[in-house]
T-cell receptor
Framework: GAVVSQHPSWVICKSGTSVKIECRSL??????MFWYRQFPKQSLMLMAT?????????EQGVEKDKFLINHASLTLSTLTVTSAHPEDSSFYIC??????????????FGPGTRLTVT | AQRVTQPEKLLSVFKGAPVELKCNYS??????LFWYVQYSRQRLQLLLR??SRESIKGFTADLNKGETSFHLKKPFAQEEDSAMYYC???????????FGAGTILRVKS
């Protein structure tokens, strides 16, 4: 089946630094990738949608200059948290979708990345 | 606005008992509804979606447009069903998933 990986699985960084999280589709080409954020004991909140080769579409309230998303290839999307602050500490999850259109709804989820900003 | 409501944070049942995880939604068009499951220490995975009308691991869910509900049911719960269950919705373009808050299902022996 379709597998999505994330790297790193957890990261600790100091306040003010930037951290990059990678999301890879291992056995399929992902035309669209999604980035979610999950706070403890809360649901997943979509942050942005990225399509290969184009700019990401951010959800309302998500700072695009703070959460930089790059989808440079059909198998890789990256999320960079710039100038991280403790309130950015969270669980970040990516998902990838293989195709487009009505018949290709299924999103395959990565295992998530735990970010702790000290 | 798109919204998914799962009213129960925790549902605890005994093994062999019936299970119903409730999900109600709000959407102006024709939505696609999904149930995702997350077992302990595992990633989120799709359990079922309404367009496929499948029964996965004994679970079924029927879309009731009149009641705007998509409840997940299983006639006889098993211990291995213990997990977090999320109901989710997307539009017909399938481009954005909106998740409910999730319900923890605990099946006791």
């Amino acid at each position: 089946g379709a597998v999505v990986s994330q790297h790193p699985s957890w990261v600790i960084c100091k306040s003010g630094t930037s951290v990059k999280i990678e999301c890879r589709s291992l056995d399929f080409q992902a035309t669209t990738m999604f980035w979610y954020r999950q706070f403890p004991k809360q649901s997943l909140m979509l942050m942005a949608t990225s399509n290969e080769g184009s700019k990401a579409t951010y959800e309302q309230g998500v700072e695009k200059d703070k959460f930089l998303i790059n989808h440079a290839s059909l198998t890789l999307s990256t999320l960079t948290v710039t100038s991280a602050h403790p309130e950015d500490s969270s669980f970040y999850i990516c998902s990838a979708r293989e195709g487009e259109g009505y018949q290709s709804y299924e999103q395959y989820f990565g295992p998530g990345t735990r970010l702790t900003v000290t | 606005a798109q919204r998914v409501t799962q009213p129960e944070k925790l549902l605890s049942v005994f093994k062999g008992a019936p299970v119903e995880l409730k999900c109600n939604y709000s959407y102006s068009g024709s939505p696609e509804l999904f149930w995702y499951v997350q077992y302990s220490r595992q990633r989120l995975q799709l359990l079922l979606r309404h367009i496929s009308r499948e029964s996965i691991k004994g679970f079924t869910a029927d879309l009731n447009k009149g009641e705007t509900s998509f409840h997940l049911k299983k006639p006889f719960a098993q211990e291995e069903d213990s997990a977090m269950y999320y109901c989710a919705l997307s539009g017909m373009d399938g481009n954005k998933l909106v998740f409910g808050a999730g319900t923890i299902l605990r099946v006791k022996s």
